[in-house]
């Protein structure tokens, strides 16, 4: 990318380009998805099949056997991205009108990257309950549902909740999507740096519900947690401190990491580490350089807060760190949930699947990491690009069948019908989204 070549003033430039763009481009196109019919409309005769009265035939089935609404609608491909706009990006709760242009965001990536139609919901309410309530009314209508920027703990109670009690699959992305994004990169950067997942040192700056969700698929996919240390605003979680009595997840987190006891804030929690987690506020001071300095020799640094990482990566470089990653795409390693979440989702609703188990994240977060080891692993290239589509169509094949082997797909597809399925929806998204350019449908700026 050439980054090596530009002054700090014109790397600093450069990342705050994408925000002066925005503001440009979104009043351009006022929004960003509309409603597209995908059945033939040949002459208005065919308004009788689609509409009444020949539509009351398949409402007919539908009710006498409720499953064909999987054949008979789009509910099998349709999901909703449902937020409260309590916790967006890194600028906190800024309300649902103010999030609705990240969820709109959210469903073109859903739709261009994995085939899936989703629909942005943000909705006036802050109650856990209400949230609850809302999202299993609205179940008839979707396929899946995408929880996105729910501040903690109530997103917790929300995931856990659904997730239980909800009949269609219902994840949250800020926690399994960053999760599994996560994991990929760190098996990869591991095996950069030659060191094994189940003996590296972790230290991980914010305890929000990325990293406890994190901490907590890391250990599923066979990293010590014992070697784990988690940093919130009052230090590092240990086991007796008084402050985590009436917060069950950080008490949990705090019963299964910190083996060795430790105390204090963040420079006790990275010192002597290899790998450092951040999700925490966003930066560029965040994470100061002494920190990383303290780390071992060939540190990997995850400084993932949106939209501007913990610490500058050429800062991060500066103080000892041999690869460094953020969520950002115009820097090199991009840990983003946007490797996972369509791929994910696509594999989720081509098998039929009643959940989203972490073990389908981490089978997703494997074929992520094969697929970047296939191309080539360096420093600055830890996981595939959004560019390498055919990484999602691989993650979904990965989930299907993660999913059938645990017994939560009604549908069973062999590997190879699996591409297939995958393939032919995911290619069919991106040239309809070429044609319409291409036509004048979609005005280029």
Same mark, same amino acid.
């Given at each position: ?193 030659g060191k094994p997942l189940d003996k590296v040192k972790i230290g991980m700056l914010g305890v929000g519900a990325s990293n406890q969700r994190i901490a907590i ?49 963040? =420079? ?41 990482? =913990? ?9 000892g760190a041999r690869i460094v990653a953020t969520g950002r795409s115009d820097f090199d390693n991009q840990v983003n949930n946007s490797l996972g979440f369509p ?103």
């Open positions: 990318m050439g980054k090596e070549n530009l002054t700090e003033e014109q790397l600093i430039a450069k990342a705050e380009k994408p925000s002066a763009d925005a503001m440009e481009l979104h009043p351009f196109y006022k929004g960003k998805i509309e409603i597209v019919p995908k059945c033939c409309i040949r002459n208005m005769d065919d308004f009788a099949i689609w509409y009444t009265p020949g539509v009351a035939a398949p409402c007919k089935d539908i009710h006498k056997n409720p499953e064909r609404v999987l054949e008979h609608t789009s509910k099998g491909n349709l999901i909703a991205v449902v937020s409260d706009g309590t916790r967006v990006l890194g600028l906190g709760n800024i309300g649902p009108a103010a999030g609705l242009p990240v969820m709109e965001g959210k469903s073109i990536l859903f739709k261009y990257l994995g085939g899936v139609d989703a629909v942005p919901l943000c909705i006036d309410t802050e109650g856990a309950d209400e949230i609850i309530k809302f999202v299993k009314q609205i179940q008839p209508t979707f396929g899946g549902i995408n929880l996105e920027d729910i501040e903690k703990p109530k997103c917790f109670e929300v995931l856990d909740t659904l997730r239980e009690e909800a009949d269609i699959p219902v994840w949250h992305d800020d926690q399994q999507g960053t999760a599994a994004v996560t994991l990929a990169g760190l098996i990869n950067a591991v095996k950069i740096v698929m890391l250990a599923k996919a066979g990293v010590d947690p014992t070697l784990t240390f988690m940093c919130d605003s009052r230090g590092v979680l240990v086991k007796g401190r008084e402050d985590l009595v009436n917060d069950k997840y950080k008490a949990y987190l705090a019963d299964i990491t910190n083996g060795e006891k430790r105390s204090g804030g963040p =420079e006790v929690a990275f010192e002597g580490t290899d790998v450092m987690i951040a999700l925490s506020q966003p930066g560029p001071n965040t994470v100061k350089p002494e920190w990383i300095k303290s780390m071992n020799k060939d540190s990997i640094v995850f400084t993932c807060a949106n939209p501007i990482p =913990e610490i500058w990566p050429w800062e991060a470089k500066k103080a791929g994910i989702f696509r594999g989720t609703l081509d098998v039929m699947a009643t959940t989203i188990t972490d073990e389908m994240c981490i089978a997703a977060a494997r074929e992520l990491a094969t697929v970047a080891e296939e191309i080539g692993l360096r420093d600055d290239f830890l996981i595939p690009t959004m560019d390498e589509w055919t990484v999602f169509p691989r993650e979904a094949v990965a989930v299907g069948q993660k999913a059938i082997e645990q017994g939560v797909a009604q549908r069973k597809l062999t590997p190879e019908q699996a591409l297939e399925t995958a393939e032919t929806i995911i290619k069919r998204a991106r040239a309809e989204m070429d044609m319409r350019q291409e036509k004048g449908f979609i005005r280029m700026p």
